[in-house]
């Protein structure tokens, strides 16, 4: 009878190979269009490459069409170890990178990744390399083992999370990849210790405000409206309003409460000496999902509504993105509870569980009905420059995923 100690040895002994794995594949650029990428299909194929290597038996590519792309193809991988069972237990990952954003703040190129003092450097090393190496070479463990698993045991490595998932998840789950029994992991989230596992998230609502006044020169601001003005006083105005009336505390979430943030701001006009007309700027809420996100809209367009009265401007609430909170994944279980024992075989840790303000595949798949957990341990690199991960969490995490797949795919055939 296999044993975990001996297939956690087994990880161990593939630390070199699990770093080339990823420095090679963090080589292969996999930006998206919407950041002036050509997509994921150069590392797509190098993923599937390395699957076919070490012996998946069912290796799959979705491809969803997308026109922005040179091969007008979006790909998604699915490999999988069929058991007696259609019955999945999932590792979700995703292939793509938001863009490097200023080159000269990183200390070497992104795309030249290289080892140093136990981390691998390079753009999307953490976000999402480390999981996607650590969950190929946890499922390979498996791979040469006689039996035959009970439940399925599949990676879904896709495309577009970075961007919304239209072209990623949620192309698959309209294919019908997932079964409402089966089991997902995603490790698009943690800590530094491990010792966090994501159930909930909120409700994201992006407002975009148009205030439309009326420009004239700075020395006669009579004669106009000025409509950054009053654009600064209903920012302030409303968010004062929006936190008392969305005020409730819920100790499951980080934070503990709705955030309402005020960020983009456009330019409104090029000189100084002149009063604008016009005055764009962006909200982003983290609503708790105690709230209608409807509810929120309309209560800005009545505050607009004041102002405009008020001012004499017009203003426009308008919403940039709305993602709504699916069900948050039971507490106890099955699924949590065989996760939480790999943490603290592990990590020697107690995992507990937490919402946050998003956003994940995993709230992708509550929304349509599916029971997901997002986990891995991250030191918080993710869309930094010189992003980072530890070695040590890449072995680590792919250990807990090992264990998860033998608890859970082949069921009282290990020991100790």
Not at 52 to 72: I, P, Q, T
Not at 85 to 105: I, Q
Not at 149 to 156: F, Q, T, V
Request: aromatic share 8%; net charge negative; charged share 30%.
């Amino acid at each position: 009878m296999p044993s975990i100690d001996g297939l956690l040895t087994v990880i161990d002994d593939n630390e070199e190979r699990m770093i080339e794995a990823l420095i090679e594949m963090l080589r292969i650029p996999a930006i998206g269009p919407e950041n002036g990428g050509d997509g994921e299909f150069e590392r797509a194929r190098f993923i599937m490459e390395m699957l076919k290597d070490f012996g998946f038996e069912e290796v799959e590519m979705y491809d969803a069409l997308d026109e922005r792309v040179r091969l007008r193809q979006r790909p998604n991988i699915i490999a999988k170890k069929k058991g007696e069972s259609e019955r999945t237990v999932w590792v979700v990952t995703h292939m793509d990178t938001v863009p490097p954003g200023d080159l000269d703040a990183w200390m070497q190129p992104p795309f030249a990744p290289k080892v140093e003092n136990g981390k691998v450097y390079g753009l999307g090393a953490e976000d999402n390399g480390q999981a996607i190496i650590a969950s190929i070479f946890a499922a390979k463990a498996m791979l040469s083992l006689e039996e035959s698993p009970k439940n399925s045991l599949g990676l879904a490595i896709v495309a577009d999370e970075e961007a919304g998932s239209q072209k990623g998840i949620e192309f698959l789950i309209q294919e019908g990849v997932f079964g409402k029994d089966d089991i997902i992991y995603v490790p698009d989230f943690g800590s530094k210790e491990g010792d966090v596992i994501e159930i909930a998230e909120k409700t994201i609502l992006w407002l975009r405000i148009m205030v439309d006044g009326k420009q004239t020169h700075a020395s006669t601001p009579d004669e106009g409206i000025n409509a950054l003005k009053v654009g600064s006083q209903f920012l302030v105005f409303l968010l004062d309003q929006l936190n008392s009336m969305y005020g409730r505390r819920d100790t499951l979430f980080m934070p503990d409460r709705s955030t309402f943030e005020p960020t983009k701001r456009l330019m409104t006009v090029g000189n100084v000496n002149t009063v604008p007309g016009e005055d764009v700027f962006y909200i982003d809420i983290r609503l708790l999902p105690y709230y209608d996100p409807n509810n929120v809209i309309e209560n800005a367009k009545k505050v607009a509504r004041i102002f405009e009265d008020r001012s004499g401007a017009r203003i426009e609430v308008g919403v940039e993105q709305l993602g709504k909170t699916g069900e948050p994944s039971p507490m106890e279980g099955e699924a949590i509870d065989t996760l939480k024992e790999a943490i603290k075989r592990v990590r020697g840790v107690d995992a507990r569980s937490c919402g946050i303000g998003g956003g994940t595949c995993a709230n992708i798949f509550r929304q349509h009905g599916f029971q997901a957990y997002a986990w891995e341990t991250v030191e918080g690199m993710a869309h930094t420059p010189d992003e980072y991960c530890k070695v040590d969490n890449l072995v680590s995490d792919s250990k807990v995923f090992a264990q998860i797949f033998a608890r859970l795919c082949y069921p009282d055939q290990f020991g100790e």
